[in-house]
Each structure stands twice: as C-alpha cells, then as structure tokens.
C-alpha cells in the first residue's frame, strides 16, 4: 500500500534560520512526488514534482530533493511569509491521484 | 490564467439534509480530482474523472457520496442525509492530463451540525 510519512509535525523557527522537512516515502513504481503549500483556509499551493532519485528543484528559498526512500525541502534563511504547512505527496495509480503526508506545520517568528 | 474554483466556499448543513459542492476546473483540463481534509491532516482522495467518465471511485466513504461531471468540465459532489462525520474540506483539483501536476481550488468548508 502506497504511504506518505511526514516530519516533523510542526517546526518553529526564528528568521535566518535554516532548515529541512522531511517526506518518507513506500510507492509502487514512483509516478512523481509532489510538495504544497498550504495556508490556512486555503487549497493547497503547487511547489514542486521530482519523477527520479538525485533530482533537485529550486524556488526562491525552497529546495526539493529526492532519494529513493524520501525526499526533502530544504528552507534557507526563511521569513515569516514562509509560515504554512507543506504537504507531500505521491501519485499512486493509473489514475495518479495523489497520496498525502499529514503535513508539516511551520512557523517562522521575525 | 483562472484557476480552479469551488462554490460555496462554506456550507452549513443541519444533520440528514442533502448538500452539493460544485467545482470549475481549469478550462481544458481532463483530469479532475476530488479530495476529502479533515482538520490537522493531509487530503485524502475521493473520487477520479477523465472527462465525464468516472473511472475511480474508490475513496467515497459510502453510497451517500456522489460525484458526476456530465459534460467533462464542472463536477458536483453530492452529500446525501449528511452526517457529523462529513464536516470536513473538500477540495478539488484539476490536471491537464492523468499523471500530471494537480492544481487545487480553494476549497468548501462544511460543518454538519
């Protein structure tokens, strides 16, 4: 059964202060593994898709990286505006819909 | 360009009445996706369509849930004799093709009470 396991639940941060969340991942036959983010009240906002091992994607401040097992987004010197939580997901099927981690709630305090 | 749009954006619903969520995906998009999130957790899929063909329905918790998308561009997802358990966000999402990115809407809020 394809599974998603995020970590920490939640991570406090100062502003500057560097950090990774991590995404653990068991699928049949990666299809593409995907980061969000999401606001409160809000759906969930596109970030990145990594489809292969060794495949890194950059935005701004946010980096994504995958391995075989898991992946991780790598937040550099981050401001306040990065509070959200970040969703990971696998496509999983014929059909490629998407299997979610619980999330990762961050906060960056000024 | 537009996105994915849902209406209401919140819905109240007194316990056993009938409720339909709509969904606008991207204009072109086949593939639409609809997605259950309770509070504090990840979305959890519901339902799949490929134009107006329904072609994985395995998420609907029970046969009080129906999806339909009749014309392959709006979708509604009906709730019959809605439940507490039901109160959640719905969110939907459309991708131009199977196994392509997914954007979301915003989502509906429904609160059972």
């Known amino acids: 059964e394809d599974q998603v396991t995020q970590s920490p639940e939640a991570l406090r941060l100062q502003e500057g202060e560097s950090s990774s969340l991590n995404c653990s991942y068991t699928?049949?036959?990666?299809?593409?593994l995907f980061w969000y983010r999401q606001d409160p009240g809000k759906g969930p906002e596109f970030l990145f898709t990594l489809y292969s091992a060794g495949e890194e994607k950059e935005k701004e401040r946010l980096k994504a990286t995958l391995t075989k097992k898991e992946s991780f987004l790598h937040i550099t010197a981050p401001k306040p505006e990065d509070s959200a939580t970040y969703l990971c997901a696998v496509a999983s099927g014929n059909t490629g819909k998407l299997i979610f981690g619980q999330g990762t709630t961050l906060q960056v305090k000024p | 360009g537009a996105g994915v749009s849902q209406s209401p954006r919140y819905k109240v619903a007194k316990r056993g009445q009938d409720v339909a969520l709509r969904c606008d995906p991207i204009s072109g998009h086949v593939s639409l996706f609809w997605y259950q999130q309770a509070l504090g957790q990840g979305p959890e899929f519901l339902t799949y369509f490929q134009n107006e063909a329904q072609l994985d329905k395995s998420g609907l918790p029970s046969d009080r849930f129906f999806a339909e998308r009749p014309e392959g561009s709006v979708s509604t997802l009906k709730i019959q004799r809605t439940q507490q358990e039901d109160s959640a966000v719905y969110l939907c999402a459309s991708s131009p093709r199977r196994q392509e990115t997914q954007y979301f809407g915003p989502g509906t809020r429904l609160l059972v009470l």
């Open positions: 699928v049949s036959g990666l299809r593409g």
